[in-house]
């Protein structure tokens, strides 16, 4: 059975220098500045490696709560999230992406969300973005409830290990 496949297309103008326009193909999504930071650019919008860590930690967050609130019925307050990306050198001298740090941090407690145990087993892997990008860029990913306790973890050195307590 062949692959479902949906395409969509945005669309660059160079404005100046590195400072490109990213116009998408939603008629009511404003336009987006990406930009280079120093020396290069200005820093006037997100560079491409902020815009891939944002895609990330966006793509995991609304899986999740797809998951609690869509899936199991579930009132979740809301979410946040912060990911940290890290820059390497190739041995070639080249950056390049060298992982992201994802922590999603829950408003409520892990004992006034139910199935969180199984939302947390199964989120990631209806992540469209995440799971791709996993197949080159390490990415770790954490979820901790309103009182900050861990209830999953997984990355590149677990696959999607389970801890919940309560």
Request: hydrophobic residues 35%.
């Amino acid at each position: 059975m062949p692959e479902e496949s949906n395409t969509f297309t945005i669309h660059l103008e160079q404005e100046r220098d590195y400072e490109f326009r990213v116009k998408f193909d939603w008629p009511d999504v404003a336009d987006l500045r990406v930009d280079e930071p120093p020396p290069l650019g200005s820093s006037r919008g997100p560079n491409a490696a902020r815009l891939v860590a944002a895609a990330v930690a966006n793509c995991l967050s609304a899986s999740l709560f797809f998951c609690l609130r869509d899936k199991f019925k579930q009132r979740p307050g809301p979410l946040r999230a912060e990911v940290t990306g890290r820059l390497d050198r190739t041995d070639r001298g080249r950056l390049r992406i060298g992982g992201f740090d994802v922590a999603i941090h829950l408003t409520d407690r892990v004992d006034g969300l139910a199935h969180l145990d199984r939302c947390a087993q199964q989120f990631e892997d209806f992540c469209v973005v995440t799971e791709r990008i996993r197949r080159g860029i390490p990415v770790r990913v954490r979820v901790l409830d309103g009182d900050g306790r861990k209830m999953h973890e997984a990355g590149a050195d677990q696959e999607h290990a389970v801890d919940v307590a309560g």
